[in-house]
């Protein structure tokens, strides 16, 4: 039976091991395209891009007018509203006119194992704590100024809120209150505090949650493969303020789904349904969780 590790990094998160979206090359452009945003990557080999202009179609023909012009130093640079499972042409060209690099990517709604933040792996080994003979199977450096919707949803939700209607209703309108968070280029950086997010999540409750994972409620689909058993290992600095109440820092696995009969244990029933899950069985497995722990 092959055995998977699954790394993560929280800064609040830094690293997640477990696939990623493969990096596309070139001579001289490097691309990575998801669901919500195309990568573009410059090699250190090409000249200054200052003023370089990038065009992209969905036709091989490129637009007469550039689509943005970069500013001074740019190396990266990311196409956002993208259309998923499209194939997109891309071309750089210099300010003078001058092509630099073209090439395509298609902006897939899976991931596969990223060689570049593997690389990054490498150089920061895990815990000596991983059993011998495993591999990575998923991951997040969170190297990236976007969230990768390929591996992230923003719409926190769980089987504890189902039974409450109202936020059940936000989750299936899309209106589930989303998390305040930074991505600095190393890390992702969540906050809870007096005015982020906007709103406690649940009218009536005493929680501001800040929360990203890899399932999504509303379309039940899940965007890490929980079939598979393994090591799951994050990197995580927590930093806190004053005296702050009912904190809950931690990673939540919480696998029941939209079906709220797996989240019921057997013998119990809620509007109407009766519970299936055994007697005994958790879904919950705190990584870490009390701010003072």
């Known amino acids: 039976m092959k055995k998977y590790i699954f790394l993560t990094t929280v800064q609040m998160l830094s690293s997640l091991l477990s696939s990623a979206q493969t990096t596309k090359t070139n001579a001289s452009l490097r691309l990575l395209g998801t669901r919500s945003w195309i990568r573009v990557d410059m090699k250190d080999s090409v000249p200054n891009l200052s003023g370089a202009k990038v065009f992209w179609s969905k036709t091989s023909k490129k637009p007469s007018v550039a689509n943005a012009v970069l500013g001074k130093g740019t190396k990266r640079y990311y196409i956002q509203q993208v259309d998923p499972e499209t194939t997109y042409y891309i071309w750089v060209e210099s300010a003078t006119g001058n092509l630099l690099a073209q090439g395509k990517s298609y902006t897939s709604k899976s991931w596969e194992l990223d060689e570049a933040e593997l690389e990054e792996v490498r150089k920061k080994p895990s815990s000596r704590a991983v059993p011998p003979g495993m591999e990575v199977y998923w991951q997040d450096e969170f190297n990236d100024q976007l969230l990768n919707r390929n591996k992230w949803s923003t719409n926190y939700f769980s089987s504890l809120n189902y039974l409450n209607e109202k936020a059940k209703q936000e989750m299936l309108q899309d209106r589930l209150p989303q998390p305040a968070y930074t991505l600095d ?86 509007n109407g349904i009766k519970g299936i899950r055994p007697k005994g069985q958790l879904f919950e497995i705190d990584v870490f969780e009390y701010i003072t722990a």
């Open 185 to 270: 280029g190393d890390a992702i950086n969540l906050y809870v505090n007096d005015t982020i997010p906007t709103r406690i999540f649940t009218e009536g409750g005493n929680q501001k949650i800040s929360s990203i994972q890899t399932y999504e409620w509303k379309t039940n689909e899940n965007l890490l493969d929980n079939s598979k058993g393994g090591y799951f290992e994050v990197r995580v600095r927590r930093n806190r303020q004053g005296n702050p109440k009912g904190t809950n820092t931690a990673f939540w696995f919480d696998s029941p789904g939209p079906d709220i009969r797996y989240y019921l244990q057997e013998g119990s029933e809620a």
